[in-house]
C-alpha cells in the first residue's frame, strides 16, 4: 500500500463540501499509509479554516486570493487552475530537497471516496500507470477528470494545468504530457462514461436515480468513490435541474455515512 499520499483539493467559501471531501478520504484510508492534506481556498476567507484543519492530522491549509475573480462560476476553470497551480507550489516547497516521488490525488472538493477498496484499486493501478483517473471526459481530447486524478507528483511539477479554453479545460494538459511522453494511463469506469453502469450500483446509489447528476466510480459492481458535480454553484444556490442531487441532498447522503 502507499507509504506516502498527498491530497490537493480546492473549495471556494464551501465548509460542507470540503469536509465531506476530506472526512471520506479519512474515513477509508489505508491503515499505514500517511496521508497530506493540502487545501487551497480560492479566496481571502479564513471563517472555516479551523473546521477544516481539526478534521485530521496532515491537513493544510493555505488561501489564494489571486483566485478569487469575483464571480466564481463563471471563472471557475481559471479559478480551479490557479489553485492546483498554487499547490503545486507548496508541494514543490515540501519535497524540494527530497528524494521521495509522493503520489498526488487532485480532487474538487465534491468527491467522497466511499469504500476501503478505493485506495487498494489505486494502488493496484499505480503499478502500471503513472496517472489514474476516476472519469474520463467526453469532450475535447478525452483526458483523464481532474475532478479525481491520481499522479505522480514528478509528472505533476512538469505540467501547467491552466485551462487554454475552448480547446484544453484544467488538467487536460496532464493528459496530453502522458501522451506525448509515453507514460500509460486510465480511467476507472465511472456512470459518466457508461451510463448503464447505473444498474450496478445498489442503495443510496441506484435510489437517487440514473440521471441524478452524480458520477459513480464503480469496479468489481462496487460503488467506489462519487463526483457530486456542480458543487460550487450548487452550495452558493446558483444551480438548480429537476432531478439533480443538491448539495444539501449530497450532505444528507453523507451525514451518518461519515459519523
Given at each position: 500500500?502507499?507509504k506516502?499520499?498527498?491530497?490537493?483539493?480546492?473549495?471556494?467559501?464551501?465548509k460542507?463540501l470540503?469536509?465531506?471531501?476530506?472526512?471520506?478520504?479519512?474515513k477509508?484510508?489505508p491503515?499505514?499509509t500517511?496521508?497530506?492534506?493540502?487545501?487551497?481556498?480560492?479566496?481571502?476567507?479564513?471563517?472555516?479554516k479551523?473546521?477544516?484543519?481539526?478534521?485530521t492530522p496532515?491537513?493544510?491549509?493555505?488561501?489564494?486570493?489571486?483566485?478569487?475573480?469575483?464571480?466564481?462560476?463563471?471563472g471557475?476553470?481559471?479559478?480551479?487552475?490557479?489553485?492546483?497551480?498554487?499547490g503545486?507550489?507548496?508541494?514543490a516547497?515540501?519535497y524540494?530537497?527530497s528524494?521521495l516521488?509522493p503520489?498526488?490525488?487532485?480532487?474538487?472538493?465534491?468527491?467522497?471516496?466511499?469504500?476501503?477498496?478505493?485506495f487498494?484499486?489505486?494502488?493496484?493501478?499505480?503499478?502500471?500507470?503513472?496517472m489514474?483517473?476516476?472519469?474520463?471526459?467526453?469532450?475535447?481530447?478525452e483526458?483523464?477528470?481532474i475532478?479525481?486524478?491520481?499522479?505522480k507528483?514528478?509528472?505533476?511539477?512538469?505540467?501547467?494545468c491552466?485551462?487554454?479554453?475552448?480547446g484544453?479545460?484544467?488538467g487536460?494538459k496532464?493528459?496530453?504530457?502522458?501522451?506525448?511522453?509515453?507514460?500509460?494511463?486510465v480511467?476507472?469506469?465511472?456512470?459518466?462514461?457508461?451510463?448503464?453502469?447505473?444498474?450496478k450500483?445498489?442503495?443510496?446509489?441506484?435510489?437517487?436515480?440514473?440521471?441524478?447528476?452524480?458520477d459513480r466510480?464503480?469496479?468489481?459492481?462496487?460503488?467506489?468513490f462519487?463526483?457530486l458535480?456542480?458543487?460550487?454553484?450548487?452550495?452558493?444556490?446558483?444551480?438548480?435541474?429537476?432531478?439533480k442531487?443538491?448539495?444539501?441532498?449530497w450532505?444528507?447522503i453523507?451525514?451518518?455515512?461519515l459519523?
Open positions: 500500500m502507499f506516502k499520499l498527498i491530497v490537493l483539493t480546492q473549495t471556494y467559501k464551501q460542507n470540503t469536509k465531506i471531501a476530506i472526512s471520506s478520504v479519512d477509508f484510508k491503515k499505514n500517511d496521508i497530506e492534506y493540502y487545501v487551497i481556498e480560492g479566496s481571502n476567507d479564513m471563517s472555516y479551523e473546521a477544516i484543519v481539526d478534521i496532515g491537513v493544510n491549509w493555505f488561501n489564494n486570493e489571486s483566485a478569487d475573480s469575483g464571480n466564481p462560476i463563471a471557475a476553470s481559471t479559478a480551479n487552475g490557479l489553485n492546483i497551480e498554487y503545486k507550489k507548496q508541494i516547497k515540501k524540494k530537497n528524494n516521488d503520489w498526488v490525488f487532485i480532487c474538487h472538493n465534491d468527491v467522497a471516496v466511499q469504500s476501503l477498496k478505493f487498494e484499486y489505486l494502488y493496484e493501478y499505480s503499478s502500471k500507470y503513472g489514474i483517473s476516476c472519469c474520463k471526459d467526453n469532450t475535447r481530447i483526458a483523464c477528470h475532478s479525481g486524478l491520481l499522479v507528483n514528478s509528472i505533476l511539477q512538469n505540467v501547467n491552466m485551462p487554454e479554453l475552448p484544453l479545460d484544467v487536460d496532464l493528459t496530453l504530457y502522458c501522451r506525448e511522453n509515453n507514460i500509460p494511463y480511467s476507472l469506469p465511472n456512470t459518466h462514461n457508461t451510463p448503464d453502469l447505473y444498474e450500483c445498489t442503495g443510496i446509489w441506484q435510489q437517487i436515480g440514473k440521471n441524478s447528476g452524480v466510480c464503480i469496479i468489481n459492481d462496487e460503488v467506489i462519487c463526483h458535480g456542480r458543487g460550487t454553484p450548487k452550495s452558493l444556490d446558483s444551480y438548480y435541474k429537476q432531478g442531487v443538491t448539495a444539501l441532498g450532505a444528507t453523507h451525514q451518518d455515512y459519523r
